[in-house]
């Protein structure tokens, strides 16, 4: 059901709002592109891949500065520089929207030049309005580089389309406050617990933050939870009973007790729950981002799991080589059931590949499972000792190797070289 952990759908989405913030750019590297041959092309760029903007000045929520103070009004530039040469038919007016978010008013009369080798776009207005904060828009399909692949403004890689790929930026002027600037990208969750743990609370909370506020009519109806689900793996849903809500938390607790030795699936269904962005926001970014992955159309549920159990998994707790390189030894921190011990589940290898052998079980002093894997053919100087994620103990406990207390996940395939 899970396809990653939190922690690495977030870091993703870190990745993501880091390059956001480059604000500095230099000139002068020519760097070769094997796709075209063309020694001035930008490296990873090319007729397959989206175009994206490398860099903003002023960079998001920045002030941007009236450059002629002796001047009645502000006259300002907005600079955008590409990571890729861009279609210079594609940079025009009819694909570049500002939009003061203080008033709702499109900001018209703006002036645009584009050096098409420096790959920059200066957007330029003689006259922005006074007290306000701005967002702008590049019209993803509108803007293409020069083979024609559109711009990827969230910058996940995808072709997401309009208004997904759309770039978005904000910056406010004299008067204006950057903390009244619109957000430019979706919510997404910080944290999910329990996420991917074995827990021995029968009745756990369960509880999500978000990194914005939430629209909470979206996550409960009354007292009861909304978009929320919790079921036991392959079994049917289970009632939710919610336990508090603040602007970026949801906290529920099971109605009943959760049955010990099983795994169990929280689902929310990320699609329908929604921020509580400000007056303005484009209104596809209030939806949640369940993958921390950019806007895109469908929006997947954000699932998870964690097992209720008092019973620990199985461990390797011991690889070493046998005297003499005759074989290995495997020790399990349980008593296991040797049957779940064949089958291929223990292996051997080398640099040449598979070591086969034969297998020896002991019961430790310490009432622990002992393999003694004999070698049948010559081995090289590095071995790689395998065990498979399927093995179990006596107490039908699949093994652990991830160290988060649940057995028998993919990610519970033991491999050490020695």
Request: proline fraction near 8%.
């Amino acid at each position: 059901m899970k396809k990653s952990s939190l922690g690495n759908r977030y870091s993703r989405l870190i990745g993501l709002l880091g390059s956001s913030f480059l604000v500095m750019f230099t000139a002068g590297c020519k760097l070769a592109n094997p796709l075209t041959g063309d020694t001035n092309q930008p490296e990873g760029t090319g007729a397959d891949n989206p175009a994206r903007v490398a860099a903003i000045i002023p960079g998001p929520a920045g002030f941007l500065a009236d450059d002629n103070p002796d001047q009645a009004g502000i006259q300002a530039t907005v600079s955008i520089i590409f990571a890729d040469y861009m279609d210079p038919s594609s940079v025009s007016a009819a694909n570049v929207t500002v939009l003061n978010t203080t008033t709702g008013t499109e900001v018209t009369g703006l002036g645009l030049t584009y050096n098409a080798d420096a790959r920059r776009l200066l957007i330029r207005c003689e006259d922005w309005p006074q007290s306000s904060e701005f967002l702008l828009t590049l019209k993803t399909g509108g803007f293409v580089n020069r083979f024609g692949a559109p711009l990827d403004g969230n910058g996940n890689g995808r072709k997401d389309a309009t208004p997904y790929d759309d770039f978005l930026t904000t910056f406010y002027v004299s008067g204006g406050n950057p903390a009244n600037c619109v957000p430019t990208v979706p919510p997404v969750i910080t944290a999910a617990q329990p996420d991917t743990a074995r827990i021995t609370d029968p009745k756990p909370r369960i509880a999500i933050t978000f990194s914005a506020a939430m629209d909470s009519t979206t996550l409960k109806t009354g007292t009861s939870p909304k978009n929320i689900k919790l079921a036991p793996e392959g079994g049917n849903e289970m009632p939710l009973d919610l336990l508090s809500m603040t602007p970026t938390q949801l906290v529920v607790v099971p109605r009943d007790s959760l049955i010990y030795g099983r795994r169990y699936v929280v689902t929310l269904a990320s699609s329908q729950v929604k921020a509580d962005y400000p007056t303005r926001t484009p209104e596809y970014l209030k939806t949640l981002d369940a993958g921390a992955d950019g806007a895109q159309p469908t929006e997947p549920d954000f699932t998870w799991y964690f097992s209720v159990d008092t019973l620990a998994p199985p461990l390797v707790s011991q690889v070493q080589r046998l005297p003499r390189g005759a074989g290995v030894f495997v020790e399990f921190s349980a008593l296991m059931d040797t049957s779940s011990l064949g089958l291929g589940r223990v292996r051997i290898f080398d640099n040449s590949g598979y070591v086969p052998g034969t297998v020896q079980y002991f019961r430790t002093p310490g009432n622990a499972t002992r393999i003694e894997y004999y070698f049948s053919r010559a081995c090289g100087p590095s071995l790689r000792v395998f065990v498979s994620h399927l093995v179990r103990n006596t107490n039908n406990t699949l093994l652990d190797s991830d160290g988060n207390g649940i057995g028998g996940e993919l990610t519970d395939d033991y491999n050490r070289w020695l």
